[in-house]
């Protein structure tokens, strides 16, 4: 059974920076077609946050572009997100997911997601 879990999430101040990990089990970061971290916050719909393809071609949301980082370690089978310029629009719980087939033109921050780790807290104080 796959399992996603995410962990790193925390409270800071605005300015300051986290670094989130999803470690995979039963699915391989190497092969999985897309991966990607979302976050919803309250009362806000989720949104796709950052996403990372198979070949490594990654995709922000604008709000995050550059301040935020997706990567993923294949030896270790983690998935990471790297928020630095923390803000507090940034305040939400954030997921990590991973789908093995999006199509093309809808692109992985766009696409639907069969995998979906527990979600970690972020919470960004001004």
């Known amino acids: 059974q796959v399992q996603l879990v995410e962990s790193g999430g925390g409270s800071v101040q605005a300015g300051g920076s986290l670094r989130l990990a999803c470690a995979a089990s039963?699915?391989?970061?190497?092969?999985?077609?897309?991966m990607a971290w979302f976050r919803q916050a309250p009362g806000k719909e989720r949104e796709g946050v950052a996403s990372?393809?198979?070949?490594?071609?990654?995709t922000y949301e604008d709000s995050v572009k550059g301040r935020f980082t997706i990567s993923k370690d294949d030896a270790k089978n983690t998935l990471y997100l790297e928020m630095n310029s923390l803000k507090p629009e940034d305040t939400a719980m954030y997921y990590c997911?991973?789908?093995?087939?999006?199509?093309?033109?809808?692109?992985?921050?766009?696409?639907?997601?069969?995998?979906w780790g527990q979600g970690t807290q972020v919470t960004v104080s001004s």
């Open positions: 997911a991973a789908s093995s087939a999006i199509p093309l033109w809808v692109g992985c921050l766009q696409g639907d997601y069969g995998y």
């Open positions: 039963e699915l391989t970061t190497s092969s999985t077609y897309c």
């Open positions: 990372i393809r198979r070949d490594g071609l990654t």
